[in-house]
């Protein structure tokens, strides 16, 4: 099954991450070489150096350039040859694949797609990455799975309840029916919990004593970022200043067909400059998407065995099964020629 | 090469490694999550959950239900979902695939074909098991082949002489002829050695001073359970209280086509309370099933390699070309429809 | 890619590797059991028995013959079955497949083609191998790639400049433009740089102070062997006494489709007795051919990727163009009915 939405973005890693040093990245099956040029741009070529196919992140970078480290061809952030090593002549055909890259919200994200679509404006909103009111803990899971079943298991928190009960599950969240609706193509779950037991985490990162009104606000902007608004206050009080409120980001970046990470950012808009909250949310974080992995992995394993059987859907898969629509009319959408193909001119990029 | 006989019965493991905790099973290529009940009844079924897929060994026993791990879907042990959280209506169709299984000597059968062509009776007589004049130690080993290539292993035991050396081995067993015999869809392979040496494993746990008379008589209880009868007694004395009588027991689990699980039992009818000697067969039968363990992986290598080529038969083989025909014939029955489809009522299971 | 050459020589091993225990060797992706006869015969089988296909590698030497480890059955160097345990009668078409085998320049060649082909004067010219003259540190390097890119690397030492810096590489290398030239099957590749700074492994071999004069001449000695005579005098003298001289014999041997074993001999003909530069010489070259590894595979992995794309060739290709042009021509000549199969006689053996 290879279901990749090509003509999109897809974050490759924090920005943080990126230094000079290329470093190989697959994505939806294609293998990068990500660098960053000695003015500090970020950029990304095919993983292949049209001379031999030596992997380009064997290289290293020179400028604002990125050299093979096989027999020395150059290449700048466009793919375009500068250099070849005891050649004067440059045939003009000489480029490797480049991919558009830009820097958003601490990530660094590529454009996988017909660089004649690119647009910086299908970038996900995540401005509690960029706003100083909010405080994240990051870091990157990997699955073995395929990344829609990651997007499931990410809209269906009804899974927290059996997986992770010693977390951030309660018996109440399977219990609690929730909502779905599409809006143009963001598809959003919905579930409020009045006067239910804190979870384990809650009772720690919140201090709640007594019951809590909770709720969980999860959307997919597609092809691949789901976002939880989650958080809770003392039951009936509806003060937020006494309770806790969070968004957890995750932004899936499909690896291949069966691999699947997920780049994770777990948001705050209290105790901003409380590290030793940052260390107990990583610890909890990192411990609960573990629970996750060996689930999603049997998912899969059962997946390929029998690739023609469907899934059973319950009531509670409303918002799941949304998305997957959402999802499959993106794959259609995304075959498409695109429109600029016949009559607009290229995009500078 | 695909060569499962799906409808018989398989031992999954022996009734005491099966307990409440639900575990995985592969067998003939299928996924299985094993589990007991709180009333302690042995139960079987698909290794994943109709919902989303997940594998039910990751989830949990409930009563007389296994429980879902990742949503909550419960079944019974006849595989008839009984509750989905969240959810007050149970669509009728909702069920998962159980497996028929039954205890019997000590070991936890399962079938895997036609429910309808259950039949308790093709269980095979194990019958030392269970005497209580018998000692069984016993054991587990994984070999990377076929399963066909270890019923050829034990049953033509012309290969102790030369793998085997340092245990039960002598070069009198590749140089006696065996006979065999079909009788019924049983094959039957003996080899009669008078005034032979005994081997090591036999002067160590018979205690033999002198030469002995030594039998092997074989069979293959199809589809793929082997007894070794084998014993000695001093040469010419024909005393069964100064020798040694023993059945090796082999049930054959197809893992996969190039996997395959021995359960053996070494059965004795002598020193019944000897832990000691116990714990020396255990030694002795590990350390030379695992001398077979890099021939069968060859074999299978070379097989997969050059799948049309036809192994050579010598004079040793033939009992193994005759257990080869039975299980060619019950291959071809395995996949013609069941008597029952046309007229019988489905048996009551 | 299947790209092997099969009639013609391929070195399996050292001469002085080869005892008498039964080996298994992977060549042309054939599996071989390389063993010395009791007289010290080299031999070769395929590494499968035809009584159930065991490995004969698994087996034993006894006097000229080989013996499987599974059942006994034994044969001679020629392939012919010679006994078979409990059987008196052994049928006339029961062979095992013999491999022609030279000893030659201490190295155990085989012979992988049409027997009718056999001719030992298509084994490479390794005379700096015996030569008394001249000494060698010898060693064996698997990469994870085609036969082929390894000969396009050998071919092509501009790499070294970026490859392999600390060692041999110096910028002029890759900035020094080569001559190549095809003479009959015989591909050379020259390159000559005057007045050139010494590479940090032979300013330590050759204890040079100033710069040097510098030679690389490398050819194909098809399909498989690469020799590189390279060396370098003090500059403007000419002086071979005061310079280096060095033969890099690189016998490939294609092990499957994506991995190659590098058979190397690094022969000089000065301090023959020097055991202290041997050491440094063994640990330069290791060193320095492991620095390819990841190149190699990573080449391997992108042609994987993409089999229909074809690689670039720079100018600095032209020998490994021109080497290309006649492996590809032996491929169709190696496909092609030998010339003795209409009207010669077969050879004797």
Redesign the interface.
């Known amino acids: 099954m290879t279901n990749f939405i090509r003509n999109a973005w897809y974050a490759a890693c924090w920005s943080n991450e990126l230094e000079r040093e290329p470093q190989a990245k697959t994505i939806l099956g294609e293998?990068l070489a990500l660098f960053r040029t000695e003015t500090g741009v970020a950029a990304a070529v095919e993983?292949?150096c049209?001379?031999?196919?030596?992997?380009m992140s064997?290289g290293s970078v020179e400028g604002e350039n990125i050299?093979?480290?096989?027999?020395?061809?150059q290449f700048d952030c466009a793919g375009v040859c500068v250099d070849?090593?005891?050649?004067k002549n440059i045939p003009g055909r000489?480029k490797i694949r480049a991919y558009p890259v830009v820097e958003k919200h601490k990530l660094v994200w590529v454009w996988t797609g017909d660089p004649k679509r690119v647009d910086e404006g299908l970038i996900p909103d995540l401005r509690w990455l960029d706003n100083p009111d909010w405080r994240s803990v990051t870091g990157t899971t990997r699955y073995g799975c395929n990344w829609v079943?990651l997007v499931?298991n990410l809209l269906?928190l009804?899974?927290t309840?059996?997986?992770h009960q010693s977390t951030i599950g309660t018996e109440d969240v399977?219990?609690?029916?929730v909502t779905s609706e599409r809006t143009g193509d963001i598809v959003t779950v919905t579930r409020i919990m009045k006067d239910t037991e804190p979870s384990n985490f809650y009772k720690r990162v919140g201090g709640f004593e007594g019951k809590i009104d909770r709720w969980q606000k999860i959307w997919l902007d597609p092809p691949s970022t789901v976002i939880i608004d989650a958080g809770g206050v003392p039951a009936g009080t509806n003060d937020k200043y006494r309770g806790i409120d969070t968004r957890i980001i995750s932004i899936l970046k499909p690896v291949d067909d069966s691999t699947v990470d997920q780049i994770w950012a777990f948001a705050r808009d209290t105790c901003l400059d409380d590290a030793d909250l940052d260390a107990d949310i990583e610890k909890s974080i990192i411990h609960t998407f573990n629970e996750d992995i060996?689930?999603l992995a049997?998912?899969q394993?059962?997946?390929e065995?029998?690739p023609e059987?469907k899934?059973?859907?319950?009531?509670?898969d409303s918002g799941v099964v949304q998305a997957r629509r959402v999802i499959d009319e993106w794959l259609v959408a995304d075959m498409a020629p695109a429109r600029s193909d016949t009559s607009a001119p290229a995009p500078a990029e």
Chains 1, 2, 3 share one sequence.
């Open positions: 293998y993983d292949c049209p001379h031999r196919f030596a992997p064997l050299v093979c480290g096989y027999h020395g061809m070849i090593p005891g050649q000489t079943l499931d269906d009804t899974h309840t059996f997986v399977a219990n609690t029916p060996e689930f049997g998912q394993r059962n997946m065995k029998r059987r899934m059973l859907n319950n009531t509670a």
